[in-house]
């Protein structure tokens, strides 16, 4: 979808983090928070999604992601276009559900 020259794009992030002492798990909260902070909505546990008016913008989350990693963690983040999201088969036990639809306001920058 186009407007006015942006790509609607969803960053998806996907993190393996340690949970093994006390001090790992906080660090752990404190990247989901960041997650959280910036807009980030959890899809699946580790796993988390944003949606973002344009590449440009895009590229600011990622940024924000790597800056919040933990030390001792892997993040792995990637962009899809409203229409590969669209694409995307979620299954429940044996019955198709539809993904989550795009958020319904225009973010403006």
């Given at each position: 979808m186009h407007l006015?020259?942006?790509r609607f794009m969803w960053v998806v992030a996907m993190f393996d983090l340690p949970v093994d002492s006390k001090q790992a798990r906080r660090r752990y909260a404190r990247f989901r928070k960041a997650l959280l902070k910036d807009g980030f909505a959890m899809m699946?546990?580790?796993v988390y999604i944003r949606h973002c008016a344009s590449r440009e913008n895009a590229e600011v989350h990622m940024?924000?992601?790597q800056a919040a990693?933990?030390?001792d963690?892997?993040?792995r983040v990637l962009t899809i276009t409203d229409k590969q999201?669209?694409?995307m088969r979620v299954f429940?036990?044996?019955v198709?559900?539809?993904p989550e639809p795009a958020p319904a306001q225009l973010e403006l920058f």
């Open positions: 006015s020259g942006y699946q546990f580790s940024g924000r992601v990693v933990p030390p963690g892997e993040v999201f669209e694409r429940w036990g044996k198709r559900q539809p």
